[in-house]
């Protein structure tokens, strides 16, 4: 049996809050994506405004997404850390193009970032694991990240295991080898804003093409290596 779900509608902002090029606070991506998430961080609604759904693939093209946590962002690019077991991990090491999108539902606003991924550097890795609270350490050794378990009782049971070794008075956890972050460096970089009437606003920032040159009519020059133009809805 299929559910028709076609006339659900939500109306997105009224025409007067258009999201013009003269409202972008930088001519560069980073600056321009902080803009929106600190107002997103201003918004009690939105829970986790640092969520973003990542998307990767195989080699043959096979795609995936899920959702993780922006841990990190800056010109460098976007920061997040896994399990290097994990079906994300995996698909990254035979294929680093990634996609990443944030969205902000009360906002009406998304993000959406493309590139090639990276691993950060163990000393990186290993600052942030322990920025982590006790149980979220404890908790990377429990699972073996998208493999498959007989049921629930089998993460408790090696939780007890983990705990008992670790979760010691003084006693540091260390960093597993197979737990780390990785950056996302973005070659486009396109922020999106919805509208009633369905004429959504799309300003997309890019690396421009080899020899290409901005016309400033379509194509505008940006900071930073970066260009920028509208594209339609």
Request: with cysteine; hydrophobic share 30%.
């Amino acid at each position: 049996m299929s559910t028709d779900i076609g006339g659900m509608r939500h109306n997105y902002k009224e025409r007067e809050d258009i999201f013009l090029e003269k409202d972008l606070v930088s001519k560069e991506p980073f600056n321009q994506f902080k803009a929106w998430f600190d107002e997103a961080c201003t918004r009690k609604e939105i829970l986790e405004p640092n969520a973003m759904c990542l998307s990767t693939a195989t080699k043959d093209g096979h795609p995936s997404a899920r959702f993780v946590l922006c841990k990190g962002y800056g010109k460098e690019g976007f920061k997040f850390f896994t399990h290097y077991g994990s079906t994300k991990a995996k698909q990254m090491e035979e294929n680093p193009y990634v996609a990443a999108t944030f969205y902000w539902e009360i906002l009406n606003r998304s993000v959406r970032i493309e590139g090639v991924v990276e691993k950060l550097s163990e000393e990186e890795s290993t600052k942030y694991f322990h920025s982590r609270p006790t149980p979220s350490q404890i908790a990377v050794y429990i699972g073996d990240q998208s493999s498959p378990i007989e049921s629930r009782d089998v993460l408790y049971e090696r939780e007890k295991v983990v705990e008992a070794e670790y979760k010691k008075p003084g006693k540091e956890i260390p960093r597993p080898k197979f737990w780390g972050g990785y950056i996302i460096r973005p070659h486009s970089v396109e922020f999106w804003q919805g509208q009633r009437d369905r004429l959504h606003d799309r300003i997309k920032f890019r690396k421009p093409k080899e020899g290409e040159v901005p016309d400033e009519k379509i194509l505008h020059q940006g900071e930073d290596g970066w260009v920028f133009e509208r594209i339609s809805p």
